[in-house]
């Protein structure tokens, strides 16, 4: 199947594209669509690349408001973890599915998961249309005998995810470095660069995570990763508000991603942001995540985008810091190479979004700032991600039926 | 005209709504509309009242964009006030119905302007529906003789203001106490005491206004501004940034109000954020604002009503600091009498929104959570303000062409 746009607005000047076998087939100001293209006329509409959301839990539309204002222990003692052991494989298709319609519908064409029952979340992903690398959580209580015994059923969901379509990156998610045993993480980090496939952690979300490594283990985090061989071009890093210089330079220094999330951050109060300015110093590859909506509550990036210059100005104390055109390179994975955003160019994947230009929002000014500040994700009129409309005039279908299941299903489980 | 609304979700139980020469004459299950009502079928959407935003300056819709990332003293000599020096009472008309528009389409129904040409502004509020308490800039450079000579003008508008309409509010506006005389501001709080009517005055946003003030007059700026007779229930404080302990107490002894406008305190880094915890202790009547777009950018409270909590949890480093439903009350302009918000109730003004229920954001959970963080100004349906409909299924009557007008303005200011 074929596709083209015509009369969409590239940098300010007028474009058509063309889409063939899921890539750009040709883009420019001359570009017309053939005969037997399906056409899309953007009527001026802004064409850009989607987001990249780097760290989420998708599935957790399923607890979406269960437990917010409260202090993270308690939240996860009395909400989250008795929730989540009510979990079924299907209530994560389900949960998974609304996550998608809601990064669909504030343009988001890829993201990078952890949460459990990795199938379901492939089949989720798939469904939806939208890329993910997919992890199932790993945690074995730093218990390494435990830790090897689960090593058989991580390979068995890699080999599953390694043959779910081409949306599907499979990916290995070690929770923290307070959950998962260094046999375990070591051991991850192995089959990560036997396979070529990028490993997702939490690190360095609070700083009573950095005590306790220090106390425990004599170095801090980023060190007590990196003496594993657990630092590599492949390891995303999420959260790392606590990171020091030397972690940064060392993070660097091993390619490894570092995906920031503010709106979680702030709103569990944990009393930090990434350092911005030391990671840029140090050359940190950087990208951007909502975490998941039971810690944010949405998983809009236009939102996050905004939140996250937002949070950098404040911390800095100077309005220059973090400008749009920044935020917005890193928002659309294109800071690290390991988040895989791609720019708007031939025979680059047919990823991309249409943003209604006659919304108020993005009526005047600079187009990137406009983007960053003023914008959130109700701007976006179109998503197609690897040449599929997944989206047109703001019509995700079958999204009332998905929601409905996952109202029922949330009900089920915190009740 | 009389209208009805049937099938609306209000605190989770259906009912019709009957409003009547501008107010709500019926609420409740039981609730039918009557011949010749023109009725909106709201379909299982959720009934709220609208969002009140406390400080704004809506006619900067102009200047969207327009040295965005800059520092503050850079961004007013280099562009804003080169550009403002270029204004007609006509773009203030056009910013300002599009900034209306803006607020329509993400649930506000009354706003606190202080911007020139008050006559315009009146106008274009009148035009768009919304209510507002509407006060030009009193600036006079600390000269008492300017300030003596700018009186006048003042009282004319405020006549003008005065017989405006039910919609519009008139107030007065000194922009802050590092430019306007201290014989001009015991002016203002007299005629505002005559009048009774509200004061709009930025103070505390930025630390060095703290420092000028106590190197000037040997006090804090609450204190000087009590000293002038300045503090009372019609006085509204924008920002707040750094107020002290004893100011806060000084202030909640006067029953004013301070109005906190989160995303524009952190765009322009001014390096802190009202101190919630310490002006709730005091008493301190609170409300929300959004501040002009070109600080912010946008004048969506729904968005601005997450920052308020979120920077607030991360300057506590308490996640239960500020829940949403206190965060709702503020935004919706209840925590204070002088902002004007009103309940959903017979007998009470015909303010309030239709909220889509089905969008994903507010599928599950608590409601007030929702709003607050899961939301933001999109999910707003039907906007309705003193009993007209201003909005229906996201469509305000004229936005593209208002739209069309504030572009071609903005192009002839900015250039």
Redesign the interface.
Known sequence: MTLAVTGALLDGVAVGLRVEDGLISDLGPSVEPRERDEVIDAGGMLLTPPMVNGHTHAAM??????G?????ME?LETRIWPAEAKLEPEDVYWGTR?AC??MI?SGTGRFFDMYWHGVEVARAVTDAGLRAAISSVIIDGLDAAKGESMRGEALELLDHLAGAGELVTPSLGPHAIYTVSSESLAWIAEVAAERDIPVQIHLSETNQEVDDCVAAYGKRPAEYLDELGFLGPRTILAHGVWLDPSELELIADRNATVVTNP?A?????V?G?LPYEDAEKAGVALGLGTDG?SS???L?MF?EV??F???Q??A??????L??SAALEIARGRHSARLGGTPLATGEPADFLLLRA?D??L?????E??L???????VVDTTVVAGRVLMRDRVVPG??EI?AQ??SR?ERL?R
Not at 363 to 367: L, M, R
């Open positions: 539309t399923l607890f979406r408001g269960f917010d204002d409260m202090a993270l939240w609304l319609i809601e519908r709106a951050n702030m709103k569990l109060a009393g942001a909506v944010n509550s949405n809009d939102e905004k939140l210059a937002l949070i100005k404040h800095s104390g100077d309005p220059a810091t400008p749009a006659s108020p929002e009526s005047a000014g600079d187009p700032a406009d960053v500040y003023a914008a959130n994700g109700s999204a009332a929601a996952v109202r949330s915190t």
